[in-house]
C-alpha cells in the first residue's frame, strides 16, 4: 500500500467515522462528573484510556469475525477480510490498545486500575456473544455502557449513584441501537448461523420494543439529571432528544430498511445531550 493511502485505510478499518456515537457521551459524562471541565491531566488519560479500548476491542472483533465477514455482503470489503491487513495485525493493536487502556488507568486511579480488566473482559467477549447467544444486542449495550462508569472513576474515583443511573440509561439506549443495528443483518446472520435478538423475535416485534427502549433509557436520563443536579437545561435536551428519537421511531417503522437514517439520527441526538450537560453546566455555574 503505497504511502498516502496508508492512514486513510486505517482510518476505515477503525471506523473513525462512528466515534460520533459514543464519543460525545463520553465527553458528557466526563463534564457532569466534574462539574465543568476535569483537571486536564484527567481529561487526556481518560480520553487515551478510551481510545485505548475502542482500539483494542474493535481490532478483536474484526479478528475475531474476519472468516464471517467475508461471507457477509455488507462487510465483505473490510481490510481483514479482503487481506489488505494480516490477521496478526488486528491481534497487534489489539494488544496495543489493551495496554494503553491498562496504562491510563493505572495513572488515574487506583478504582480505575481494578476495573479495567473488567471494562477488557467485557469489550472483549462480546465478540463471542453473538455464536451462543441471541442476547448479543443487550451485552453490547452493556459494553456501550462501560462508558458513564468509566468517566465517574476517572474524574471521582468512585461509583456515586448518579453513575448507575447513567449506567442503566446507556444500556437501555445502546441496546436499540444496536438492535436497528442488527436489523440490517438479519438475513447475513442467519445465512452464517449467527444469533441475535432480532432473528428470535423477528423484525416486527424489534421494531416494537425499539421505542420502548427508548422511552426507559431517557426516564433513566431524566433520574439521572435529577440526582446530578443538572437542571432544566438538561430536561430541555432530553426532551428535544425524545422527539428526535420517536421521529426516528416512526420512520423505521415506516421504512425498516432505511437503517442509514436511524444512525444519522442516533448520531445528532448523542450531540444535543453533550449539549444539553454543557448547558445544565454552564446555567448552574451562572445561577
Sequence with gaps: MSGPGRLPELGRYLELQNLGLNLPLALA?????????PPLRVLLLAVIAFVGARTAGHSFNRWVDREYDR???RTQSRALATGRYPPGFALALTALGAVVLLAAAA???????????????LL???????????????????VEAITPAAAYVAVTGSLPVAAYLAVGGVLLWGTAFETIHSLGDLESDRALGLHSLPLVLGARRSLSIIPLLHAAALGMFGLYGLVAHLGLPFDVA?????????EADLGLAGHP???????????????????????????????
Design 29 to 37: 459524562f466526563l463534564l457532569a462528573a466534574a462539574r465543568g471541565v
Design 71 to 73: 461471507r457477509n455482503p
Design 107 to 121: 495513572l488515574l486511579n487506583p478504582l480505575a486500575l481494578v476495573l479495567a480488566p473488567v471494562a477488557l473482559l
Design 124 to 142: 472483549l467477549g462480546y465478540s463471542y456473544s453473538k455464536r451462543v447467544s441471541a442476547l448479543t444486542t443487550p451485552f453490547l449495550g452493556l
Design 238 to 246: 432530553l426532551a428535544l432528544i425524545a422527539v428526535g428519537a420517536a
Design 257 to 287: 430498511q432505511d437503517i442509514r437514517r436511524a444512525f444519522r439520527r442516533h448520531f445528532l441526538l448523542a450531540f444535543l445531550f453533550l449539549a444539553g450537560v454543557i448547558a445544565a453546566l454552564l446555567w448552574s455555574s451562572a445561577l
